[in-house]
C-alpha cells in the first residue's frame, strides 16, 4: 500500500507567513502615525510622501487649539467608570448564575446575552427622548449607565463560563472551614477567575473608550468624548487629515496601555495555582 505523508510548511515559510501577516495588521496603524506628522500639503500628495520633513503641529493643534484634550479626560472617566461598575456588578452577577440554582436562572441568562444584540441605532433617538426628559444630555452619568448596559451582558457571559470552570470541591472544602459565601467569593473565586475578568476589563474599556453613536446623540460640549470630537473635524468639503491621524493616533494610545496592563494580569491570573 502507499504510504501517505503529509509535508508541514518550511520554518522560513512560516516565518514569512508569519511577517506578512504582522505587516498586514500593523500597517494602518503605521499609516495613521505617519498621516499624524504630515503637514496638510503633504498628506494629499499624490503619490504619498514616504520621505517628509516631520511635523508636530497637528499634535499641538488638536491638544492646545481644538478640545481634543478635554475629550480624552471625559472618554478616560467614561471608560474607567464603566469598566469598573461593568466589573463589580458583572463579576457578583456571574457567580450567581455559575452557582447557584434559582427560579427564572434560564430566562434572565438568555435576557443578559440578547441585550447585546439590540443595535445602537435602534436605541438612540429613545435614550435622547428619555435623557432629554429628565435634563441630563452633556453629562458622564448618562454615558455610564448607558455603557453599563451594554457592557455588562460581556462581563457576565465571560465570568459566568470562567467561574463555572473553577471545581465546585473548592468552595465546599472552604465551607467545611467555616468560610462564608461572600468569602468564598471574595478570596477564592475572584482571584481563580482572574484571566475572565482581565479579558472581559479589556472588552469593557475598549468598548466604552470607542463608543461613537451615543457620544455623538447625547453630548455637546461638556461631555463630548474623543472618538465624537475626532468626527467633529470633518465638515462639508474640508477633511483635515493630519488632524484627524492625530486624534485617533492619540485615541489608540491609551487603549494599548490598558491592553499591555490587563495582559501582564491575564498572564499571572492564567499561571496561578500552576506551581505550589
Given amino acids: 500500500m502507499r504510504e501517505h505523508t503529509t509535508t508541514t510548511p518550511s520554518l522560513a515559510a512560516q516565518v514569512v507567513l508569519l511577517a506578512a501577516i504582522i505587516l498586514f495588521c500593523l500597517f494602518p496603524f503605521y499609516w495613521m502615525v505617519l498621516t499624524s506628522l504630515k503637514t496638510q500639503i503633504v498628506a494629499l500628495q499624490t503619490p504619498p510622501a514616504w520621505i517628509f520633513d516631520v511635523s508636530f503641529s497637528n499634535y499641538y493643534e488638536v491638544l492646545f ?46 435576557w443578559f446575552i440578547t441585550n447585546r444584540m439590540v443595535s445602537p441605532i435602534v436605541l438612540a433617538l429613545p435614550f435622547f427622548l428619555i435623557v432629554r426628559s429628565f435634563g441630563m444630555l452633556d453629562t458622564h452619568i448618562v454615558l455610564i449607565l448607558i455603557y453599563l448596559t451594554f457592557n455588562l451582558p460581556i462581563v457576565i457571559w465571560i465570568c459566568t463560563d470562567q467561574f463555572r470552570s473553577i ?19 471574595f478570596s477564592l473565586c475572584l482571584p481563580l477567575a482572574a484571566p475572565g475578568i482581565a479579558v472581559s476589563a ?75
Fill in 65 to 110: 487649539e481644538d478640545a481634543v484634550a478635554r475629550s480624552l479626560i471625559n472618554s478616560l472617566i467614561v471608560a474607567v467608570c464603566t469598566t469598573f461598575l461593568a466589573i463589580l456588578l458583572g463579576t457578583s452577577a456571574a457567580y450567581a448564575l455559575a452557582r447557584f440554582e434559582f427560579r427564572g436562572k434560564k430566562e434572565l441568562w438568555f
Fill in 167 to 185: 471545581p465546585r470541591e473548592i468552595d465546599e472544602a472552604a465551607i467545611l472551614e467555616g468560610a462564608s459565601q461572600w468569602r468564598i467569593f
Fill in 202 to 276: 479589556i472588552f469593557s474599556f475598549i468598548f466604552s473608550w470607542n463608543e461613537l453613536m451615543y457620544a455623538l446623540v447625547l453630548t455637546r460640549n461638556v461631555a463630548k468624548t474623543a472618538p465624537a470630537v475626532a468626527v467633529s473635524f470633518m465638515e462639508g468639503y474640508s477633511l483635515p487629515y493630519g488632524k484627524i491621524m492625530a486624534t485617533s493616533t492619540l485615541i489608540v494610545v491609551p487603549v494599548i496601555i490598558f491592553a499591555l496592563i490587563a495582559s501582564k494580569q491575564l498572564v499571572r491570573g492564567l499561571t496561578m495555582g500552576a506551581v505550589k
